[in-house]
């Protein structure tokens, strides 16, 4: 198809990853031709392209502008059953995705599907030399391919076991995967570093963990190399980014918000994932530390909708202990004398939210009473029925911390048990 992250003229950064190699095939067989050229990787993520030669149809045009197919259009081109061809083939055009037709040519090596290469079809026939030279083109990027692949497991095989040993707690396993990072140069840079933990809905399963895999090497194309290191374990994914100066909060929830976004595309059927980020720490022997803090924004950014999915350590607040209790120790009753009358009555669930939301708002009866719709009178006459069904006075300090934290345990509590 030609599309995705990248531009139309050329691969970002010079990476070997995502292949000068791979774009100089591209754009000699496209000037030979005199045609435009696309390469995909298995799930029609762009791997390079050549300029356009007047062939383009809207949907390419579109997708250089946004940088991406919609996932309805990956599955019906995927629908086609083109991952199992073994010869060039013919994508009809479809006019409801303004999709021109297509040649279709598998990009394989040892008899692996590593890609696709796409032609759009035009007015001027393939004839048989040219159709040999997009073959053999074909075959020269799945051999480039399939060399960076393993180079890629390589690489990814000493990351994981270095990654794992980081997060050890065992001293001797930490130092000697400090000294492996550093003796082979896996990180560029550990002056400041932030761990963003990932976890995915539902069970874990080789999709989750493929999709896992999917978006955080994608995330890893965004960022000069050397900046990650990850390791996905089932439904759980760690990804460590180093870098010489520090990303601002802003760059840091950008790179979560796209990388759930990518890996909803990627595993489908409404699946998400849920993304916990640390604060910055210096140098790989406080990774632990950090691994810590993002993997209890994640319970937050799990449990606790407000957080809408991604959570940074800094924002957390008190939930950044109250996450550390243990659920299977927190029972229904919580220890707080009277609030148990409170929260176990659905009818009593407008007096609940008020008392959150003026406890939120610091006792600010007017910005509480706009928040909630009513009258002033009315938020009154809740808080009043509040104090006289727990004991507490909102007038006393402890007694407001002692409700205030009751709320919070009972909303997180809630949301681990449905959840569960």
Known sequence: MGTDEQSQSAAPRGDARTGDDVQSVVDTLADRLGRSVAVDDPLIHLIAASRHFGDEDDMRVRSVIDRQISPELQRWVLAKGIADWTEPGRVTGEPDFE?????????????????????????AAIDDEAHRAVAEAADTIGLI???????????????????????????????????????????????????????????????????????????????????????????????????????????????????????????????????????????????GDAYRQAGTAVRAATLLPVFGGVASWSSLGPFALL???????????????GVGDLLGNPEHDILVQSAEEFLDRAGDSSSTAQAMHVHRTTLYHRLKRVESITGLSLDDGMDRLTLHLALKLARINTSHRSSS
Do not use: K
């Open 99 to 123: 999709l021109a037709p297509r040649l279709c040519f598998p990009v394989r090596c040892n008899g692996m599907l590593l890609g696709f290469l796409w032609l759009i079809e035009s007015g």
């Open 145 to 287: 391919l399939y060399r960076r692949m393993v180079l890629d497991e390589r690489r990814r095989s000493r990351v994981e076991s270095s990654l794992r040993m980081l997060l050890s707690p065992e001293a001797d396993d930490r130092h000697r995967a400090i000294g492996e990072i550093q003796e082979e140069g896996l990180l560029a840079h550990s002056s400041h570093l932030v761990v963003l933990v990932v976890e995915a809905d539902g069970e874990a399963t080789g999709d989750t963990a493929l999709a896992l895999e999917s978006a955080a090497e994608r995330m890893e194309r965004r960022l000069p190399r050397g900046s990650v290191l990850t390791l996905v374990r089932g439904r759980r994914a760690v990804v460590v980014v180093g870098g010489p100066r520090p990303l601002s909060d802003q760059a840091l929830r950008d790179l979560a918000e796209r990388l759930r976004h990518d890996f909803g595309r990627t595993a489908g059927h409404g699946r998400t994932c849920a993304i916990g980020l640390s604060a910055t720490v210096h140098g790989l022997d406080t990774v």
């Open 323 to 337: 996450l550390r209790i243990d659920f299977d120790q927190l029972t229904q009753d919580l220890p707080f004398p």
